[in-house]
């Protein structure tokens, strides 16, 4: 099993829409979470961090269920602009303490 | 500098040649990571240095691949005996604070795009 599992897509919608993805990981002593974007053929940009208590950033909600080791992110009214692959982020515990990215869900938003 | 940067932005090479990747990361960033990404996936980890010191290596597949960050600033990613396996963007990225912070942010560079013949 991996550590951080992500549905892969594509998922393809119109403007405007609501858009929701998810992501599980295996270590139940991780510490810290972010989503990622990453745009074609550049490298990875931090999106937001993930708190226990959600929160949000303009369009975007970001939440995180420690019982089930789930993270989520919303994005609300669909940008052109938001087509990327966003990559959800968990940071280990211990001596793992690097970032472990998951596959990466893509995205494209349709005009 | 600005930003985190990467050279060569790509690499052709034929298999069983000796390979160098260079990362600048940005002025003052203690923390340097090196990352592997192919096609359709994460980036995975390789090595985490903090300061002159590889402080994880756990990440590096085989005793061909190497790293080094002799002056706590420029670091090298060496790979020898190139596989068509190795194939993939090298990401680095730095951060001000270290691994064992739980808001490490990691600023990426461009990466270096490796391809074995």
């Known amino acids: 099993r991996k550590e951080v599992e992500q549905d892969p897509g594509p998922f393809n919608v119109p403007e405007g829409a609501t858009v929701a993805f998810n992501c599980t990981y295996s270590?139940?002593?991780?510490?810290?979470f972010f989503w990622y974007r990453q745009d074609c053929r550049k490298e990875p940009k931090l999106l937001m961090s993930?708190?226990?208590s959600g929160n949000e950033d303009g369009r975007f909600t970001a939440q995180l269920n420690r019982a089930s080791q789930y993270i989520s992110l919303l994005i609300r009214d669909s940008k052109l602009s938001d087509s990327a692959t966003y990559l959800c982020?968990?940071?280990?515990?211990?001596?793992?303490?690097?970032?472990?990215f998951g596959s990466g869900t893509q995205l494209t938003v349709l005009p | 500098g600005a930003g985190v940067s990467q050279t060569p932005s790509n690499k052709v090479t034929e298999k069983g040649k000796y390979v160098e990747l260079r990362c600048d990361p940005i002025?003052?960033?203690?923390?340097l990571y090196w990352y592997r990404q192919s096609l359709g996936q994460g980036p995975e980890f390789l090595i985490y240095?903090?300061?002159?010191?590889?402080?994880?290596d756990s990440g590096l597949p085989n005793d061909r691949f190497f790293a080094v960050r002799p002056e706590g600033s420029v670091s090298t990613l060496k790979i020898q005996r190139t596989e068509r396996g190795d194939s993939a963007v090298y990401l680095c990225?730095?951060?001000?604070?270290?691994?064992?912070?739980?808001?490490?942010?990691?600023?990426f560079g461009a990466g270096s795009r490796l391809t074995v013949l």
């Open positions: 240095f903090q300061g002159t010191g590889a402080a994880d």
């Open positions: 982020v968990v940071k280990g515990a211990g001596s793992a303490r690097q970032l472990t």
């Open positions: 002025s003052g960033h203690t923390a």
């Open positions: 993930v708190y226990s």
């Open positions: 990225a730095s951060s001000s604070t270290g691994a064992n912070s739980g808001a490490n942010v990691l600023t």
């Open positions: 270590n139940s002593a991780s510490q810290s």
